[in-house]
């Protein structure tokens, strides 16, 4: 079967500070990735999104960065945070084709201080 | 492109009693329809889906949802709620075609008091 994994579960950072968050997928080939931010009050909003290595589409500009090493990796940057950047994040993937929904991982709460 | 609106931020209601969160979106093409769940400090859940066929979708948890093409709407309905269901719930359209990239609406949080 097929899981997501995706951590630290919490994290909390100081202004200026590097940001990397780890997103894995296994039971799998070539899934679609995305990364999307939860702020309170505000819904979903989708960040980045991967269909296949090294192919990275950014749906809003932002302090933020993402990559896709490997196949079934997917990780977010920062190489300085904002206080602006604090939330929680969540990474999804979805196989290929019309009929298949999201699975999401359990979300990173990233606090800037 | 799509776009999705959740008409209440919040609905509260008592246990066993039934609750309707409700979803309209908008949307030039034919559409995939979607409610996902979030607990407290969790990822989403998907509860059901419509992609065609009957408009009546049946999920789990005892949810169900009614797409209505002609007023636009995919309302999530439980006849009887029970306090594990306090949680965010998130409506989302896809359209058939492009990037399948689905928009989500803002969640409604719904709270069951006992």
């Known amino acids: 079967s097929q899981t997501i994994h995706q951590w630290p579960a919490t994290l909390v950072q100081p202004v200026g500070s590097p940001l990397s968050l780890e997103c894995t997928v296994e039971?799998?080939?070539?899934?679609?990735l995305y990364w999307y931010r939860q702020a309170a009050g505000r819904g979903l909003q989708l960040l980045f999104y991967s269909v296949g290595i090294g192919q990275i589409s950014s749906e809003v500009p932002q302090n933020l960065s993402a990559s896709r090493p490997q196949d079934r990796q997917f990780i977010l940057s920062s190489k300085k945070l904002l206080l602006s950047d604090s939330g929680f994040y969540l990474c999804?993937?979805?196989?290929?084709?019309?009929?298949?929904?999201?699975?999401f991982g359990s979300g990173t709460r990233l606090t800037v201080v | 492109a799509q776009s999705v609106t959740q008409l209440d931020s919040q609905v509260p209601v008592f246990e066993e009693a039934p609750v309707e969160l409700r979803c309209n979106y908008s949307?030039?093409?034919?559409?995939?329809l979607f409610w996902y769940v979030q607990y407290p400090n969790q990822g989403l859940q998907l509860l059901l889906k419509?992609?065609?066929?009957?408009?009546l979708v049946k999920g789990i948890n005892g949810f169900e949802a009614e797409f209505n093409k002609s007023q636009t709407s995919f309302h999530l309905r439980k006849p009887s709620v029970h306090i594990s269901d306090t949680a965010e719930y998130f409506c989302a359209v896809r359209g058939l075609g492009g990037s399948y990239i689905p928009t989500f609406g803002r969640g409604t949080s719904l709270i069951v008091h006992p």
């Open positions: 999804a993937w979805r196989a290929t084709g019309l009929f298949h929904g999201y699975t």
């Open positions: 419509y992609l065609s066929g009957s408009t």
């Open positions: 949307s030039s093409v034919s559409v995939y």
């Open positions: 039971g799998t080939s070539n899934p679609n």
